[in-house]
């Protein structure tokens, strides 16, 4: 209660000090949208597919969990049995759920 206490105070404290202190000025221009110094022509939303999405989160979660194996396999020599077993289950997790996403067609480009 003491932590969320505090990060609530610090936060309350640091937008009250910007809000106290901070230069006060308005210009159309801030409110217009930028993009690479260009001026967006028409409508500036683009819509993408959720797949694109899906894929790339779906790649850094199988990227992330592999690299988990990265400290396992520099000290596997002076492990036990144990530990041999433990990536075992590891990995067969990580390949129930890359034959899901595969089942589910989340790795194709429709």
Partial sequence: ????????????LGLTT?????????APQKGEPY?????????SMVQFKVGYYLFA?????????TVFLFPWAVIAKGMGVESILAVCV???????GLAYAWRKGALQWK
């Fill in 1 to 12: 209660m003491v932590a969320v206490l505090t990060g609530v105070a610090l936060v309350v």
């Fill in 18 to 26: 910007a809000a106290l202190i901070g230069p006060r000025s308005y």
């Fill in 35 to 43: 993009e690479c110094g260009i001026p967006t022509r028409g409508d």
């Fill in 57 to 65: 989160i779906l790649f850094l979660m199988f990227d992330v969990e």
């Fill in 90 to 96: 590891f990995l067969f997790v990580l390949i129930l």
